[in-house]
């Protein structure tokens, strides 16, 4: 495990599923890793990563901003409205938009600040109670909701249920962006981000792969 086998991983997966080399980008999930990993991950020249909490993010990136070049973090954990316009201010991209009251909020605030992180709609494959996201039946109408209000849609994130099959999920994301012209799909975190990108991940989300264990002790 680590950087660089994930890397070689996502170079096959790529082949294999017959898609161009590079096509896929590799989320580093830092969310609470000590820095001295995420430092480490820096120094052997990744610049892309994801967190899940607005504050977390704020504690750590503004100062990995300044020593190193052409950082990128992405917040992939849900958002809460009265936190939207600091995540607007630390985010380049945001992958948990899925609500209709934070859409409004974001485009509110992107009108105020004058830009807006792009921005990935999160829907619930699985219709799980205790997950965010849209249901897939309401995916279309959210979608075109969010266009209308002027919002960067990019594209789709899921995260499956842990025990079915996440190929099934995949693939329900993939069709959804699909018929409705979005490009993006940020699906496939460490157990799964060959499958997801078998069936067409452009941001696969790996944390412990690369990083090690979370503790949370
Ligand atoms: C933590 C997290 C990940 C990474 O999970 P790993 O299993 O450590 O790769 C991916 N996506 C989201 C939304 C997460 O919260």
């Not at 909020?105 to 807006?116: N, Y």
């Amino acid at each position: 495990m680590g950087l660089e086998e994930i890397c070689a991983r996502i170079a096959k997966a790529e082949k294999n599923a017959g898609r161009e080399a590079g096509s896929v980008k590799l989320i580093a999930v830092s969310k609470v890793q000590p820095n001295e990993r995420v430092e480490a991950v820096l120094e052997e020249g990744h610049r892309l990563f994801g967190e899940n909490k607005v504050q977390e993010a704020a504690g750590k990136w503004p100062d990995f901003r300044e020593r190193f070049e052409g950082v990128e973090v992405h917040l992939i954990g849900p958002l809460q409205t009265n936190k939207a316009r600091q995540a607007m201010e630390l985010f380049e991209v945001i992958h948990s938009l899925d609500r209709p009251k934070l859409a409004k909020t974001l485009a509110r605030l992107a009108d105020e600040l004058g830009h807006c992180p792009d921005l990935f709609i999160q829907v619930n494959t699985g219709e799980e109670d205790q997950k965010a996201g849209v249901m897939p039946g309401e995916a279309d109408a959210f979608i075109a909701e969010c266009r209308d209000l002027g919002l960067p849609v990019i594209g789709l994130m899921c995260i499956p249920p842990v025990d079915e099959e996440p190929s099934l999920h995949f693939a329900l994301l993939a069709k959804i962006a699909e018929r409705n012209g979005l490009k993006g799909l940020s699906m496939g975190m460490s157990g799964d981000f060959e499958k997801a990108i078998a069936q067409g991940a452009t941001h696969v989300r790996v944390g412990s792969a690369i990083f090690g264990e979370r503790d949370y002790g």
